[in-house]
């Protein structure tokens, strides 16, 4: 399963699935350096940084504002 990090309130990371949801998780529970915006990786238990998918999202994003203040 997939998520982006949404936000962080606290000592939680508010989760964005695939289909729109969202779900919060103990910050503890992701790796150390993850970030909001992040793309991550549930597996066997763990979450790991998707790192090419972060790098894609965050240019897509940064493309599209460039767009709108061009």
Known sequence: MEYIIDRFEGGKAVL???EGK???VEKALLPENAQEGDCLIFENGKYTLNKEKS???KK???NLMDELFD
């Open 55 to 57: 790098a894609k999202l």
């Open 60 to 62: 897509d994003i940064d």
């Open 16 to 18: 964005e699935e695939d």
């Open 22 to 24: 969202f779900k919060e």
